[in-house]
């Protein structure tokens, strides 16, 4: 004969486990785990902040590097940020629409195009990455300057 479980007015039958405190210690060993927590706090507010640009991360990445490298060929910013050739080449299209970025003939090479802000899109950087700045430091006010250098340099080591 079976017996039945005694089941409680709530429906749970008695000696059903419950969690009453979340056990995230194992999440929080982990080094993925951290970095992926810390970068959604961080993303977040980076969406929220970029949202007046029309700026995704790639695009603030994309702009950022042609900013500080002009005449920097699609080749180059494939590899500095590890992203397909293919991916590269529809976003290249959209800020030339948006009349952020052009391509000119790249001095050494021939066959290569480098990639400039134009005046509107130098003018839209310079605000982008003083909004990045100030967010960076929000993000980080927890942080001693010690602290956010050695984060940065140890994260750094984990992808470079």
Known sequence: MNARPTIH????AAGTPCVDEVNTSYLESLLGYN???AALVVI???LQRMAVYDLRPVDFSVLSLVTHNPGI???QLCTALGILAPNLVGMVKVLE???LIQRLPHPHDGR???LHLTAPGKK????AEQTASELETEVAARL???ERTTLLKLLKKVYK
């Open 44 to 46: 977040e507010v980076f």
């Open 97 to 99: 629409k948006r009349g």
């Open 35 to 37: 970095a992926r927590r």
């Open 124 to 127: 839209m950087m310079r605000a």
């Open 144 to 146: 001693t300057l010690t």
């Open 9 to 12: 007015p709530a429906g749970v």
């Open 112 to 114: 290569a195009m480098g």
């Open 73 to 75: 060929t699609s080749r």
